[in-house]
Nanobody, 113 residues
């Protein structure tokens, strides 16, 4: 059974930084990443990264967020800087191998203006 343990969410002022972590149990996943869902909105991709460190970002976070992973620890990170109130959302860890994908329970990120 795959377990994803997220940490690092919280409350921060606009312009501040936060770092999210997600540790996965089980096998190494070909893709890992983060999605977010703001109140009243659909879940959206934030960033993903492959085992070869090929990354992909939503346009709204490019230049501000950095995704990375430690394959030895089976952990994915999201360094968020220059946070804006519109970044406020529940952030979900996501992992995938072939057609199987798994989601974390979510961690709240709140950015105050």
């Amino acid at each position: 059974q795959v377990q994803l343990v997220e940490s690092g969410g919280g409350l921060v002022q606009a312009g501040g930084s936060l770092r999210l972590s997600c540790a996965a149990s089980g096998s190494i996943f070909s893709s890992m990443g983060w999605y977010r869902q703001a109140p009243g909105k659909q879940r959206e991709l934030v960033a993903t990264i492959t085992t070869d460190s090929i990354d992909n970002y939503a346009d709204s976070v490019k230049g501000r967020f950095t995704i990375s992973r430690d394959n030895a620890k089976n952990t994915v990170y999201l360094q968020m800087t220059a946070l804006k109130p519109e970044d406020t959302a529940v952030y979900y860890c996501w992992v995938r191998n072939w057609s199987l994908e798994y989601w974390g329970q979510g961690t709240q990120v709140t950015v105050s203006s």
